[in-house]
């Protein structure tokens, strides 16, 4: 009886064992070069994050802890101070939430060691409908301002999620290093910061697959530094059961399963 007890426990684990690699093989890519910091890697020494929300620096966490590990040089810049966001759990008044989730990032931001953040105040869910000619004149000041030979941001065409704010800050970025690239004047690289295809094209549903069709090859992977992700949504109280609403599981098991993170790097004018 207890052999036999013992060689169910033994199956079960292997079963067990199998299924999580099998998950967990879903949010990765094989393919791109496992590197243990981006910004090391590529040899930057300032790096600027450009995204639409607070909260989104949460995709690029290892990334700017590495940075701050190895002595460099980093800024964020965030489009809208998340007003129009929903809370998750409710912290406070609705009209009192972008001053909260400007707080949460800037706290967040702290946490990770960022030298400079600056939080501006397009609307929240209306960023995909600023001129995108603002949008590049801004970011190009800001990439003036912070000398970065590093920027990171969305991929233009899937945002990472599919959010039309996230695409637009993405082209923003993208448009405004390029053009300050070729005028002798803007960053080395752009990096991408991308959500994982295979996982998105088996368990997103219809959504997961556009997405998934829109994401490009990861070109480097590299540790996504779980424990800051999880203290950075307790600093974003107001989104803090966000993982468990979207996703069905809390933010550990989510994590355990997705400990990477996935860029796609250009260099420009390479």
Do not use: C
Not at 203 to 208: A, D, L, R, V
Not at 218 to 231: C, N, S, V, Y
């Amino acid at each position: 009886m207890k052999r036999a007890l013992l060689a169910a426990a033994g199956l079960t684990a292997a079963v067990i064992g199998a299924t999580f690699l099998w998950l967990a093989g879903h949010f990765t890519d094989p393919a791109a070069e496992p590197v243990p910091s981006l910004a090391a890697a590529l040899g930057a020494r300032r790096v600027l994050g450009v995204f639409a929300h607070p909260d989104d620096e949460q995709l690029v966490t290892g990334l700017f802890v590495r940075a701050d590990q190895e002595g460099l040089f980093t800024a964020l810049v965030t489009a809208t101070r998340g007003d129009a966001g929903e809370q998750a759990p409710v912290v406070a008044r609705q009209r009192d939430l972008g001053a909260i989730r400007t707080a949460e990032l800037l706290k967040n931001g702290f946490a990770l060691g960022i030298d400079e953040q600056e939080v501006w105040d397009y609307l929240d869910g209306g960023v995909h409908e600023v001129p995108i000619d603002e949008l590049v004149d801004r970011v190009e000041r800001a990439i003036r301002r912070y000398q970065p030979d590093l920027v990171v941001s969305f991929w233009p065409e899937s945002g990472a999620t599919g959010n039309e704010d996230h695409m637009r800050v993405g082209l923003a970025a993208e448009t405004a290093a390029k053009r300050l690239h070729a005028a002798g004047a803007g960053p080395r690289w752009h990096a991408y910061a991308l959500t994982p295809r295979r996982a998105l094209a088996r368990f997103g549903g219809e959504s997961g697959r556009r997405i998934a069709d829109a994401t490009p090859d990861a070109t480097h992977r590299m540790p996504g530094e779980i424990d800051a992700k999880l203290r950075g949504w307790q600093l974003h109280a107001s989104q803090r059961d966000f993982v468990r609403e979207v996703y069905g599981v809390p933010p550990r098991v989510l994590y355990w399963l997705w400990d990477e993170e996935l860029y796609r790097v250009v260099e420009l004018g390479g």
